[in-house]
């Protein structure tokens, strides 16, 4: 078995949603909700560029929010970007018709419509916010507008209600319609069950916008694409009111890599995407934060390193440089008698199993925890992984040959070097 991901797939493969799943970023709206965070207008524009370069389907931004956010809207929409530009307001006539002062082609209109955001925060009944949604929906149709429509606090609405309010705007010409776990209170299994209720009524697309109060973003988000979503909202480094929502680096790499989601996107910007949402926002992202944090790829037991150094998959799903991140081993107590060697081997020492040994016992006798990490480059890397599969170089030629055992000895056979071949 050459992959050694395949009996996971095999498991994940069971019941699996629509194979091409969509993102709409929200990085330039919900992720300037988040506390603190506030881009200038050269600011949003570049995230425009590098969001659209990345690959997404779809870039929300709302120009209701001040002069400058309209300008950078309706700069980013004359870019001609290939992503779909959605400038997002609440279900009024007059935040669509800020939109069309930014010539937008797709428009967002949200509305709350659990009983809490009726009676408390918008004060209207229910028939009085039926109408609403359905008027504005009529509204930006008649304004040769795409629009999608976002259920606020859906998953905290009377089912019957809100079956009643997505058949009504689906009659009005909705173009998507996005339901939302608006306070993160749902499981995934109820997230399943609240899309596919809804999935069950109406034909119009859907998508998932999921926060992550207690943790269940991405799962949520996921969830829902089984029950028949195909569009996820993310931010850059899951930035958002409160918790946020999902990362779009953790939505990006499970669509790729465990949906086999058909997208084009450039993972290896993945890394870049979020160090710039740290340089504009100061917000560093925790170190062990999937694929994005600083120990995503950090090695440190000496079982680990040993396993790694053999065949990186051992530990790791995905490679580093596939999302933009790279290798990182930490040497220290946990290091073992492994660990030992592979630092010898990186600083050219001869191996030698006593005095390996004898290392990893005064690491450990040092009570100093971690004591130094080496980030491995491509080249210190290809030097370990290939002395230790015994690599020549002919003097003549300069091909390289790998030494086997075979059953009469050692054999010769053209090398295959780590750093381009594994986990393919
Ligand atoms: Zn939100």
Known sequence: MNDPNYYAEEHNSVGMGPKKIRILDSTLREGEQHPGVSFTVKQRIQIAWELDYFGVDQIEISPIISHDHAEATKTIIKQGLKADIVAHGR?????????????????AAYLGISDIHLKDKLKISREQALDRAVKTVEYAKSHGLKIRFTVEDGSRADPQF????????????????????????????????????????????????VHNDIGFALANAFSACDAGVDQIHTTIDGIGERTGIPSLAETAVALTYLYKSQNDFRLDMLADLSRLIQQYTNIVPYDSKPIVGSSAYKHKAGTHLAAILKNPAAYEPIPPRDVGNRRTIVFGELAGKAGAE??????SLKKDINDAKNIAKSLKNLRMGDLLEIPLDDTVERKIINEEKKIVTCAECGASFELVKASD?????????????WGQ
């Open 162 to 209: 809100l079956i009643n309010v997505c058949k009504a705007i689906e009659e009005a010409g909705v173009d998507r319609i996005s339901l939302p776990d608006t306070v993160g209170i749902l499981t995934p299994k109820g997230m399943y069950n609240y899309v596919k209720m809804v999935r069950s009524e109406i034909t119009t697309p859907l998508d998932a916008h």
């Open 342 to 347: 592979y630092l010898m081997s990186l600083l």
């Open 409 to 421: 000895g050692f054999e010769l056979k053209p090398a295959q070097t780590v750093g381009e071949d």
């Open 91 to 107: 279900a009024l006539k007059e935040d669509i018709d800020a939109s069309l002062k930014c010539d937008a082609s797709w428009v």
